[in-house]
């Protein structure tokens, strides 16, 4: 089966975090979402609306045919980490190559299978343990957290945009849906209220 971009699954967003051991939880990072596809010997990047961005990021492709796998592809997020460790969106176009990063929260397809029927524990497992045995640099990992209430002071705190609940039972869906909702910081909301405006005006 050949690997190719998928449309990315989008969080709903909520006004609170939601309770119970149905969910996972984890830092909702402020960058661009991405998506990693290894077939053989060829890498493709791709952003959130499937525009290739390969030869842009020319060492991260290069890095991912490591991967300890014959295809795969990965769903996560491409962020510019500031001086603190807090990600700056609007840095991510013009970065320097050498200083993004990549946090791959999801596995879609792996050695010629798709996962998205699987349910997110088990695609998180399996992540687990191929970003465990990657001898590269690049991806580093999104932690999950039982807390979301807790996870969401901290990121408050920290200065980061919020938090995504993910139910651990579902398979993987493209486009808006409530098995995965978003709250986001209030500092943050404050903090991006004209840029917010902008892109909806325009």
Known sequence: MPV?????CVPTTAKAI?????????????????QIAKDGRQVRLYSRNGKDWTKRLPDFADAFLKLPCRSALLDGELVLPDESGVPNFQGVRSADERDLVFFAFDLLHRDGKDLR??????????LVRLVGRADIPCP??????????????????????GVVSKRRDTPYHSGANRDWVKVKTAAWREANRERWKAFRSG
Not at 18 to 34: C, M, N, S, T, V
Not at 117 to 126: D, G, H, S, Y
Not at 140 to 145: P, Q, R
Not at 146 to 159: F, I, W, Y
């Open 4 to 8: 190719n971009f998928v449309r990315p």
């Open 18 to 34: 939601p309770h119970g051991d149905a969910w996972q939880h984890e830092i909702k990072l402020d960058g661009y979402r991405f």
């Open 117 to 126: 029927p699987l349910p997110l524990i088990e695609r998180r497992r399996r």
């Open 140 to 161: 580093h990992l999104v932690e999950t957290f039982e807390d979301g209430a807790a996870l969401l002071r901290a990121a408050e705190r920290h200065g980061l945009e």
